[in-house]
């Protein structure tokens, strides 16, 4: 049981560059999220997503696309890479009727 | 606009000594108070949670308490240990959880 997973652990873009980042988790778990951590800011949630097939948007969704396409799968996408979007990006399931979410080691992006 | 503020930002405590983290909230929705802890280079990982009809609740060397009327909750960590030093966030949730509201953090470092 892997729990949550995060495909790759670093990247570095340049300025324009796209990349999608994964996130899988083996728990079954209907709900999935995206946050993206910055020092002194906490985590802010990106989008989010209640079950296979839907998405919704977060506190901070702008520059940031996202798919749900199997249910163990969250996959969150930027188009045009931006140097504000450096930034360390955790994915986190929670199981419905649960209050706990449960996060992936994170991924660390750099926009040069 | 921080709608979950968190103090201090950092901390050091002697080993032994209590740790105390101080969150305050303006969402009186909120219904739900996680605790997370975070090591360098992983996710966070729940530590501990509580809902507004206690005031209190300990897991072990951790309690939270909570005042409803304050629109405030803490963190107490007794006996604090070396292993116990990481990032702590506190963060808010209401109505099912999907929008978890993160503080900014507190780094605690544990000293022998």
């Known amino acids: 049981n892997a729990g949550v997973t995060q495909t790759p652990k670093f990247r570095v873009l340049k300025t324009g560059q796209s990349m999608t980042l994964l996130c899988a988790q083996d728990?079954?778990?209907?709900?999935m999220y995206w946050y993206r951590q910055d020092p002194g800011m906490g985590l802010r949630l990106i989008h989010y997503?209640?079950?296979?097939?839907?998405?919704a948007k977060g506190e901070v969704p702008d520059g940031y696309n996202v798919s749900r396409l199997k249910k163990q799968n969250f996959l969150l996408g930027l188009e045009s890479a931006a140097p504000s979007q450096t930034s360390v990006y955790f994915c986190?399931?929670?199981?419905?009727?649960?209050?706990?979410?449960?996060f992936g080691p994170g991924t660390r992006l750099t926009v040069l | 606009q921080q709608q979950v503020k968190q103090s201090p930002q950092s901390l050091i405590v002697q080993k032994g000594g209590i740790s105390i983290i101080n969150c305050a909230y303006e969402?009186?929705?909120?219904?739900?108070f996680p605790w997370y802890q975070q090591f360098p280079g992983k996710g966070p990982a729940l530590l501990i949670a509580?809902?507004?009809?206690?005031s209190e609740k300990k897991e072990g060397r951790f309690t939270i308490s909570f005042n409803k009327s304050a629109k405030q909750f803490s963190l107490h960590i007794m006996d604090s240990q070396p292993g116990d030093s990481a990032t702590y966030f506190c963060a808010a949730t209401s109505g099912g959880g999907n929008k978890l509201t993160f503080g900014t953090g507190t780094q605690l470092k544990v000293e022998l």
């Open positions: 969402n009186t929705a909120f219904d739900y």
């Open positions: 728990m079954n778990h209907e709900y």
């Open positions: 509580i809902r507004p009809d206690v």
């Open positions: 986190a399931s929670r199981n419905g009727g649960a209050d706990t979410q449960y």
């Open positions: 997503s209640v079950g296979e097939g839907t998405t």
